[in-house]
């Protein structure tokens, strides 16, 4: 075999071993956390630009960001299924007039929660789907040293 | 008689002619500079709209009748004011004022002033004050209520009280501040209160956190602006953030010469530190800016009320802090009184650290508009634990009963009753008895063993939970309904709160909360009243909602609203052993619900929407929901072939009265959802004739009102002027008359 030729092939096997390795040793997938993250770009930037509206015209005047972001949104959070915090919002939010926004609203608030708290947007609308949001788990980010004691 | 020559004929009436015409062309000059006194009914110019609610004693009134019910559906859109181009905001609250040929307005979080031509919608001139530190940690940063008018027919003010607390006086005119006022047009309300300014600094460019996390601080000697972070001292003074936090909502109130201005502050239900600013009230000269006089709202050691606060009053004091003024005030010019709806002490939900009933909170306060002494109040909460600040303007009315005339003030509440005084006096105008009300069983929380009850108009919202409350259309559902019901504490009105920990004697971990902080009426809604009639229109909500609480491991209360408030820049450290509380506001799973299957356990009844009360004889005259009834329905088996009634619409809908209409938008909660169908779920404003509440008109507009509507005649047409909109779509439309009508 010529020494390019093995170059490749230890590459090659060494990425397939890890790549097995990983398969073997990762934890196994629950039925809540299988399936995307918030990290995986699940809303939209135009969606979220919406939503920073209708939270400055419903939500601020209750809450500041610092509610949704940081170690308040990461102790609630983390790691639970966007459809626990579609649930919440859309039954308890706002809270001087609870369930009364649209759900396509709902949706929007929920994507610019989401871009709060630092994940990336993509081209398609976050869904205002029950069903579809409870694949999707919910990855705070760790809180910046700034936003701690 | 002897004929006189044509010429000496024509002398006289020429001379008079001349006359004539140079008096009208003086009196056409004058009133177009200005209406003369002699004019002005209850402050304002008919046809204008020179106060926050229409005239000095908040009527909300106009006599106009070109906009009326055969024609109201006619109205088109005349221009949108795009205030979003000038900055964001929360959602656009702000009543604008139409005087002399201009509307006025504020808007953006800078709460920029603009003058407006009121024909096309054409920017006149905007002014903006800078700031710094002061507006990046304003805890009200909005545009607010909206600006003052002042004139004495000579000189035009606006009037701006700004959300870094600056008292700002421009010429209407031009925009101008004017330079015999303060400084450059400026007076510093962080003056003048007895604190010294220091420099300020930050450790975040954040805003303000809706506790009292994040704040300014004083600045370090030496400390610079770091332009990379935003952060550290960029050179504002003010008043050391150690005390406190003081803010701007609403607009002054200009009665004869002297500017009235109070504050808000931050939020109340999530507060970290145990003491915070005494709310005040203050007069200053129009002309010159100078602090006439201070009215302490806390009363402090050796003033009248003091003893109302068992462990003391003193500013800075553990416990004390508060009891401001948020909302618009009105007054009377002629008995030279303004009224003060006062806000409640610190800690909305718990008060073991303020023992006493915490005079002024929650209390009406008539004050001398020359002097700033007290002529009367009256306490409409005593100890609030319940976040009953006095949210709305109070409105004036001469009405008659029992067959006299009375001059009376009327003061609508989150609590839901409309208390009525004679505004000379403070006298109630139908008894209001101190009622024997529940107690807590809070440690260190000693209630007020009596609240004042009004016995006239009947309340407009949903007080309390009792049994007869409950739905009961079948035994089933009357069954899981008190099932849920006895969950959290129950009574007729003022509900102490339970702990979530469930250690109370009771074992209870909830308590029924109705109305809620939101109402009966707040911020958005309230009255609009008739002077011709005597009819109030009162605009509210009704609900039901459950409260908790919880040690708060990172605040100093003993108890708050169920909230961690640990991680946050300036709360507590946490202490050994922390543990998260878990999710946040609350929500304990479903055990606290108020609905099942989606409907409330709460009967509908003609709660919230618009109730229309005769103030001559305090009786309900008409009640009709906000925009529309709902339709009910639910999958839950329980209720399988039962036809539930429709509920009333909610949000507070935003109401003001003509000559024959009232007029009301839903408010940016209200409106029928889209369940009913594109139609009845497109915004509109809505007309109803006043004496019956019958609805005579409907027009779609470009989005749902976000604050009280105005009217006003200008150039012969009536307009019709509110805000919409939030974030960066904030705007003021104007709504017109197809044609100049013949």
């Not at chain 2, 229409?54 to 024609?71: C, H, K």
């Not at chain 2, 003074?237 to 909502?249: E, F, K, L, V, Y």
């Not at chain 2, 609030?384 to 004036?396: E, G, K, V």
């Not at chain 2, 409907?698 to 009217?711: D, L, R, S």
Request: net charge positive; aromatic share 8%.
């Amino acid at each position: 075999m010529t020494f390019p030729a093995l170059r490749w092939l230890h590459t090659f096997l060494r990425v397939a071993v890890t790549l097995c390795l990983s398969a073997i040793l990762a934890p196994p997938a629950s039925a809540q956390t299988a399936g995307r993250s918030t990290k995986d770009r699940v809303y939209s930037a135009a969606q979220a630009a919406e939503g920073r509206d209708l939270y400055d015209g419903r939500c601020k005047n209750c809450h500041t960001a610092i509610s949704h972001t940081g170690p308040p949104f990461r102790a609630n959070w983390d790691k639970r299924p966007l459809s626990d915090l579609w649930d919440y919002i859309l039954e308890k939010m706002p809270k001087d007039a609870p369930g009364t926004l649209e759900e396509d609203e709902y949706a929007k608030v929920l994507a610019y929660i989401l871009r709060m708290n630092g994940m990336p947007a993509g081209t398609e609308a976050l869904p205002a789907d029950k069903k579809l949001l409870r694949a999707i788990r919910i990855d705070a980010p760790v809180p910046k040293p700034s936003q701690q004691q | 008689m002897p004929q006189k020559s044509f010429l000496k004929r024509a002398v006289g009436p020429m001379l008079l002619g001349s006359t004539m015409l140079l008096t009208g062309a003086f009196a056409w000059v004058q009133y177009s500079r200005a209406q003369q006194p002699s004019t002005l009914v209850r402050g304002n110019a008919p046809g204008e709209w020179r106060y926050w609610g229409a005239d000095a004693w908040g009527t909300r009134y106009s006599p106009l009748d070109q906009i009326n019910a055969a024609n109201f559906n006619s109205l088109e859109v005349a221009w949108e004011w795009k205030a979003g181009s000038f900055g964001r905001d929360e959602y656009y609250r702000t009543t604008p004022l139409f005087a002399n040929g201009r509307l006025f307005t504020v808007a953006t979080t800078r709460r920029a002033a603009m003058a407006i031509d009121p024909e096309n919608g054409e920017t006149l001139w905007m002014y903006r004050l800078e700031e710094g530190i002061r507006w990046q940690k304003a805890p009200r940063q909005f545009a607010g209520r909206g600006p003052a008018y002042w004139t004495d027919n000579k000189e035009e003010r606006l009037v701006v009280v700004t959300p870094g607390m600056h008292l700002v006086s421009l010429d209407a005119k031009t925009g101008t501040p004017d330079p015999k006022f303060g400084k450059g047009g400026v007076v510093d309300l962080m003056e003048g209160l007895g604190y010294p300014l220091v420099p300020l600094a930050v450790d975040d460019s954040g805003a303000l956190i809706i506790s009292d996390a994040a704040p300014a601080r004083k600045a370090k000697p030496g400390e610079t602006w770091n332009a990379k972070t935003k952060t550290g001292a960029d050179g504002t003074m003010g008043i050391d953030p150690i005390h406190g936090q003081i803010a701007n909502s609403s607009p002054a109130v200009v009665v004869g010469d002297v500017i009235i201005v109070g504050n808000s502050s931050i939020h109340g239900y999530y507060p970290i530190k145990l003491h915070n600013m005494p709310g005040t009230i203050r007069g200053f000269d129009i002309h010159t800016g100078k602090q006439l006089w201070v009215f302490n709202l806390i009363p402090q050691p050796g003033e009248f009320g003091a003893d109302t606060w068992k462990n003391g009053s003193k500013a800075g004091s553990p416990g004390v802090g508060k009891n401001d003024a948020w909302a618009p005030y009105a007054a009377d010019p002629a008995l030279g009184l303004v009224y003060i709806p006062v806000g409640m002490p610190l800690m909305d939900e718990y008060g073991g650290h303020r023992p006493g009933d915490n005079l002024f909170g929650n209390s009406l306060v008539a004050l001398d508009v020359k002097t700033g002494k007290r002529k009367w109040h009256f306490q409409m909460v005593h100890h609030d634990i319940w976040d009953y600040d006095a949210p709305m303007q109070p409105n004036l009315m001469d009405v008659t009963v029992n067959g006299q005339r009375r001059q009376v003030v009327a003061q609508t509440t989150k609590q839901g009753w409309v208390y009525t005084f004679d505004r000379a006096t403070g006298t109630p105008i139908w008894p209001m008895p101190e009622t024997a009300v529940l107690q807590s069983e809070i440690p260190n929380e000693k209630t007020s063993p009596t609240q004042p009850i009004p016995s006239k108009p009947a309340p407009y919202s949903q007080q309390g939970l009792l049994e007869s409350d409950l739905i009961d259309y079948t035994p089933a559902i009357k069954d899981s309904a008190l099932k849920m019901a006895k969950r959290c504490r129950m009574g007729p009105y003022f509900i102490p709160a339970s702990l979530a920990d469930g250690s109370l004697p009771s074992k209870l971990t909830c308590s029924w909360y109705a109305p809620g902080a939101s109402g009966g009426v707040n911020i958005d809604g309230g009255a609009a009243v008739d002077p011709e009639t005597g009819m109030m229109y009162v605009a509210s909500i009704s609900g039901m909602s459950t409260t908790s609480l919880q040690k708060d491991p990172c605040s100093e209360f003993d108890y708050s609203s169920i909230h961690d408030s640990c991680g946050l820049l300036g709360a507590l450290p946490k202490p050994a052993n922390y543990k998260p509380l878990g999710r946040a506001g609350g929500f304990e799973g479903r055990s606290n619900g108020t609905t099942i299957g989606g409907v409330s356990i709460v009967k509908s009844k003609e709660h919230g929407g618009i109730t229309a009360y005769n103030m001559n004889t305090g009786d309900k005259s008409w009640w009709i929901p906000n925009a529309a009834m709902i339709p009910v329905t639910s999958t839950d088996p329980l209720f399988a072939g039962v036809k539930l009634p429709s509920r009333p619409g909610g949000g507070q809908a935003q109401v003001i009265t003509t000559k024959t209409l009232v007029i009301y938008g839903t408010g940016r909660s209200g409106g029928a959802p889209a369940s009913m169908g594109a139609a009845a779920a497109a915004p509109q404003l809505f007309a109803t004739d006043k004496a019956t509440g019958k609805q005579v008109g409907a027009v779609c507009i470009p989005a749902k009102t976000t604050a009280v509507p105005m009217t006003f005649m200008h150039k012969g047409r009536q307009y019709i002027v509110f805000a919409t909109g939030q974030g960066g779509g904030t705007s003021l439309v104007a709504l017109t008359l197809p044609e100049p009508p013949k």
